[in-house]
């Protein structure tokens, strides 16, 4: 068996120093779920961890007009799903959240380790992009920001350099008639892994237009992806359903999923269709007026039967 | 190189000598001799190992044991006290909330930290906290009847 160190670092300073020290045989880790069963499985063998959680000040969540939300970097799962600021207004991202693992698991899961392990499923992720999310990334040189999809670069893998850490994930205050939604489809309703993810999330001008709109796709690509030709088709349209159709077509159009254990690669490109004409219908119709919490988590995960 | 590592565990502090690498789970039974959360998995799906981390569920096995170590965690042997069970643990008895029995102190452990924070839920809501314990009996239903009873019980001798 590979055995490691365990470090556990009491400031940012300190966790950017031993990082530093360790070099690539270190591995950070906030929650640990992911790291504790890739190591089991040979999968990540590091020397020694560093363990974030003794950091102070980095598990806040805040709201504010000017800066939108601000996710510290040991923020949980369950503190973004339990959030009111999160569910009225960053509905997709809630919906994220509930469909994220069990309970247990989301108490210890972060929503920057969500990012950090650039998993093409990961529950949280179609939502934090279709939300513009910014990631402030610290190394020991200074810190820089980056739009999250510039973040993922391939599965399990980001633009961050060995010796950076994510500290804070910024979601842009959505502008007033906004609405989202994210669905996760998977064969059961809970401890699954996604088989495709879709989040949307639209702005209407007051007459009713598209101002805005972001699609996001999870478990059909490589990385989390945009969809961005189907976003592009809806701005300045009547939000209609013969619109909402051609955007779920350019949508499967645009992904590229492979076909594993959970779906075919047919089916999962139909579903980013079907996914995406669903939680826009949802966006349009919720826009501006946020749906329940209980509505949120009925709609968040829909299975295969 | 196991290294000492001090965990309060069901109010009592435990001196224990624990691997770096060494889960939170692996701690309590080989380590504490506490042996009522179950290895299931070992991977986080199950939910057997579920204890409770500042009155929150965690699954065990992906907890790092030395970083628990300012935490208050309360595992299964830790609910009863001198009066007898837990009210959640008196009502999956009373409801035969249990078949083989192996992910019940998981699913004790769920349901406690879950009324503990929701007194009032609904079925949907009970059904939603223990979606992360799996029974592979599939003994669900008596399981749900016994958190909601559990609830019923626990508001009125509140």
């Given amino acids: 068996m590979a055995r490691f160190d365990y470090l556990e670092p009491h400031s940012l300073d300190e966790a950017l120093r031993l990082l530093a020290e360790g070099g690539d045989n270190t591995r950070l880790v906030a929650g640990s779920t992911d790291f504790l069963v890739r190591w089991r499985t040979g999968v990540w063998r590091p020397d020694s961890v560093v363990c974030m959680q003794h950091v102070p000040g980095l598990d806040y969540i805040t709201w504010n007009p000017d800066d939108g939300l601000s996710i510290g970097a040991l923020a949980t799962v369950q503190d973004i799903e339990q959030s009111d600021e999160v569910r009225n207004r960053y509905p997709a991202l809630a919906a994220g959240a509930t469909a994220f693992a069990g309970v247990q698991v989301r108490n210890l899961a972060t929503v920057a380790g969500n990012i950090c392990n650039a998993s093409p499923a990961g529950d949280t992720l179609p939502a934090l992009l279709a939300y513009n999310a910014q990631c402030r990334i610290v190394g020991t040189g200074g810190e820089r920001w980056l739009p999250l999809d510039e973040v993922f670069v391939g599965p399990g893998r980001t633009a961050l350099e060995s010796g950076e850490i994510l500290t804070e994930i910024r979601l842009p205050a959505p502008a007033e008639n906004t609405g989202g939604l994210y669905i996760k489809h998977s064969p059961r309703g809970a401890m699954d892994i996604s088989a495709v993810g879709v989040a949307s999330v639209v702005s209407l001008n007051a007459d009713g237009a598209c101002a805005s709109a972001r699609i996001a796709l999870g478990a059909v690509a490589p990385t989390p992806v945009r969809a961005y030709g189907a976003e592009g088709r809806l701005v300045s349209q009547t939000l209609d359903a013969a619109n909402i159709a051609e955007a779920g077509r350019l949508a499967a159009q645009s992904c590229s999923p492979i076909a594993d254990v959970r779906s075919g690669a047919d089916y999962r490109r139909e579903m980013v269709r079907v996914l995406t004409e669903r939680t826009l219908s949802h966006a349009v119709a919720t826009a501006g007026n946020p749906p329940s919490y209980d509505d949120i988590r009925r709609l968040a995960v829909q299975t295969a039967w | ?158």
């Fill in chain 2, 1 to 158: 190189m196991k290294q000492p590592l001090t965990l309060k565990i069901n109010g009592e502090n435990r001196l224990l000598l624990v691997e770096p690498f060494y889960s939170l789970l692996d701690c309590l039974r080989d380590e504490a001799r506490l042996t009522g959360s179950k290895k299931g998995c070992d991977e986080g799906d199950c939910g057997a190992c579920t204890v409770l981390l500042d009155g929150k569920p965690v699954t065990s096995c992906l907890v790092l044991a030395h970083s628990a170590h300012d935490a208050e965690i309360t595992t299964i042997e830790g609910l009863a006290d001198v009066d007898g069970l837990s009210p959640v643990q008196k009502a999956f008895v009373e409801h035969g909330g249990l078949q083989c029995g192996f992910c019940i102190p998981g699913l004790i452990m769920s349901a406690t930290g879950f009324l503990q924070a929701n007194p009032e839920p609904t079925e949907e809501d009970v059904r939603f906290a223990i979606g992360g314990n799996l029974c592979r009996c599939t003994g669900y239903n008596r399981v749900v009847e016994a958190i909601m009873a559990a609830a019923a019980e626990m508001r009125e001798s509140a």
